[in-house]
């Protein structure tokens, strides 16, 4: 067992012991897992840098992680079905359950409205994630350094950050959406500079990701942190002189002194949940007997960590066993992630690393210009273990730039269908997370749209694939039909036809086509096979990219489409751009998207010229409109895109809207 000590340093009641139904109480377990891994062994040695790593007096390589468990009180009326959450950025919680938007991370982590609970799941987090700070509510991973001679291996890093507003340093760490010095309790640890002093360290600025670079005299800048108007050295942070400006895109490229083993944090996922499956109670393990079958599910970064996760075939942990029996990476997009290559920064999104390289679909695809056949699958297919897989994403992946690779050919001119042990679902008309309502426009890192954002709230959507995988698993019963847009039925279309569209709609603010992000072939240097990446990297041709097309409405007319498009009171989109006043005219908020309200009345329509119809002359009332809703909702209940007991969530939803939407000017947009 890879897993040799579970220390296990809190055991109470999950909740302060509330029950959820007639699953009743549940108990919560905090602790350390402490894994010793063969860096020989062949399930670990796709693990860039792990021969690098120190070994204990028994050839192995050694790390830990915080974990937390979350029970049912009384085993019997558990489902026995373990669900995984790979932790965002460190961050505990429960995003199935709609919980309340937590500002900071937070140990006692909301329960939402308990719906894991009273199904019965066991619930898994565990850390992966080198540099996540340990602080209340996060969990990391302590990984081992990758060594040359007495000292980490050194060697050059890219750091890329956008800046909303201006400031005078940035610490070198990707972090959530890089928030400004003011919010760096959310920080990362970085990868601190080798040298002060490097002359060959060079900083850059670009006026859009996909432009190009002007580099920035080495005399203006140096690796000092602001204090009191003054720059005083300090290894993990640029200063610039007059400031980084926002909007901005800046690139530092220097040499790190630390090369911390990143990819044992995919070993440290598949061995915990192998140890919670398989471990005995004489091992340590708290679940010791009660788990059949078990699911990884990961929003966003940690959807992307479980392609990585299934690319490099780790689903079979050293003993040849299952590690997961099914997987859901949400919103992940066709990316993978700096998660297992030499100076990997997990939270790094920037469009030119190792997380946008082929291949994107889950079944094998031959690419014409580099003469590969290739799939996400085909080498966990190799080995075995192959578990099924639901892939949902919202329009924001679309729209960003990568999302439709998932279902088309390195060309772009065919569609390309999930092979029968997945399914593919866009949830139209969405944003990269759950919208609600008041209408907003900030995002909690300082970053302003030129509208307010979408609040369509899908998670109804995911409690139900979420069930349709379990019964997938374990009874047969097959999920509903992939749905996405289609190359063939027209129902896939440039973003660009879409922004045509859409600027026809009074006060709406498009991005500006010439600047919109694109997926381009990148070149990362002779021995990126072996993980190791030469930065910047050079780019060569890009990918095509296909949104869904919309409709008279603004709504996307393919994908699993809620009464919120249906039967609409407003436009959803999954994009919006930047505030004037942020920078970067014409480019996204990258994850957001836009509601654009519908003219109430049709005076108002006829006034402000809307080509969209007006909420009065859609719906006879508040009650036609709710009827409406709820016919719809039961019909993508009958098809199991939503549960019958979720209904009554998306009612609720759309109601809130109507009010709030039946009753605003149409152009009371920001």
Not at 121 to 147: H, K
Not at 363 to 388: A, I, M, N, Y
Not at 390 to 414: K, Q
Request: glycine share 10%; proline share 9%; charged share 25%.
């Amino acid at each position: 067992m890879v897993v040799v000590r579970c220390e296990i340093t809190r055991r109470e009641p999950f909740a302060d012991g509330i029950s959820f139904g007639a699953v009743g109480p549940y108990e919560r377990f905090d602790g350390f897992l402490h894994y010793a891994v063969d860096p020989l062994h062949g399930a670990n040695r796709s693990i860039v840098d792990l021969d690098r790593a120190p070994r204990n007096a028994q050839g192995r390589a050694t790390f830990r992680a915080g974990f937390c468990l979350l029970h049912p009180a009384d085993p019997a009326r558990a489902r026995r079905s373990l669900l995984y959450f790979v932790v965002n950025r460190g961050r505990l919680g429960l995003p199935m359950n709609r919980p309340a938007v937590q500002p900071e991370p937070v140990d006692r982590f909301d329960y939402g409205d308990g719906f894991l609970m009273c199904h019965g799941w066991t619930v898994g987090m565990a850390g992966w994630q080198w540099d996540v700070e340990p602080r209340p509510g996060l969990i990391g991973l302590d990984a081992p350094q990758a060594m040359e001679g007495d000292r980490p291996i050194q060697g050059e890093i890219l750091v890329q950050f956008q800046p909303n507003e201006p400031h005078p340093d940035e610490l070198l760490a990707h972090m959530p959406l890089h928030p400004p010095p003011g919010k760096l309790s959310w920080a990362h640890r970085p990868y601190p500079a080798a040298d002060l002093d490097d002359p060959r360290a060079r900083l850059t600025v670009k006026a859009w990701p996909g432009g190009p670079r002007y580099a920035i005299e080495r005399s203006r800048w140096r690796f000092a942190r602001d204090v009191g108007g003054r720059p005083v050295p300090d290894d993990r942070y640029v200063w610039l002189e007059g400031g980084f400006q926002p909007g901005l895109v800046y690139e530092l490229v220097y040499r790190t002194r630390i090369c911390p083993v990143v990819g044992t944090g995919l070993l440290a996922t598949r061995d915990c949940i192998s140890f919670l499956r398989y471990g005995t109670a004489a091992e340590g393990n708290p679940l010791a007997g009660v788990i059949d079958v078990a699911h990884g599910f990961g929003v966003s970064q940690c959807g992307r960590f479980l392609r990585q996760f299934l690319y490099d075939a780790q689903n079979l942990d050293e003993s040849g066993r299952v590690v997961f029996d099914g997987v859901i990476p949400d919103v992940a997009g066709a990316r993978r992630g700096e998660f297992n290559h030499r100076f990997a920064q997990p939270s790094s999104q920037h469009a030119f690393g190792f997380g946008h390289m082929p291949p994107f679909t889950d079944g094998d695809v031959f690419d014409p210009v580099t003469g590969v056949t290739d799939g996400l699958l085909r080498r966990q297919r190799e080995r075995g273990g192959v578990p099924k897989v639901i892939t949902p994403n919202t329009s924001s992946e679309y729209w960003r730039i990568d999302c439709s690779l998932i279902h088309t050919d390195p060309t772009g001119a065919h569609d390309v269908e999930p092979p029968p042990g997945s399914r593919v679902y866009l949830m139209a008309g969405t944003q990269h997370g759950p919208g609600t309502l008041p209408l907003n426009d900030l995002t909690p890192a300082g970053a302003r749209g030129a509208h307010s954002f979408d609040v369509v709230d899908y998670m109804p959507v995911l409690r139900a694939m979420l069930e349709s995988l379990d019964r997938w698993v374990r009874d047969g019963v097959e999920p509903p039909p992939s749905v996405f847009p289609r190359l063939a039925d027209g129902t896939a279309v440039p973003r660009e036809h879409v922004l045509e569209k859409l600027a026809r709609i009074p006060g709406v603010t498009t991005l500006d086509p010439a600047l919109l992000p694109r997926l381009a072939r990148v070149d990362l240097g002779p021995e990126a096979s072996r993980g190791i990446g030469c930065f910047p990297a050079r780019a060569g041709a890009t990918y095509a990219s296909y949104v869904s097309d919309v409709d008279e409405s603004g709504n996307e007319v393919c994908g699993i489409r809620l009464p919120d498009l249906t039967a609409p009171v407003g436009s959803h989109l999954g994009w919006i751009p930047r505030h004037v006043s942020q920078g970067g005219l014409g480019q996204g908020v990258d994850m957001y998207g836009s509601t654009i309200p519908l003219p109430a009345t049709r005076a108002e329509r006829e006034r402000r010229d809307d080509p969209r119809l007006a909420i009065g002359e859609r719906y006879r009332d508040r009650e036609d409109y709710l009827a409406r809703v709820r016919a719809a909702a039961e019909e993508l209940a009958r098809q199991r895109y939503l549960l019958v007991e979720d209904v009554e969530v998306v009612v609720a939803n759309c109601a809130v809207r109507y009010d709030a939407f039946a009753a605003i000017p149409a152009g009371a947009t920001r």
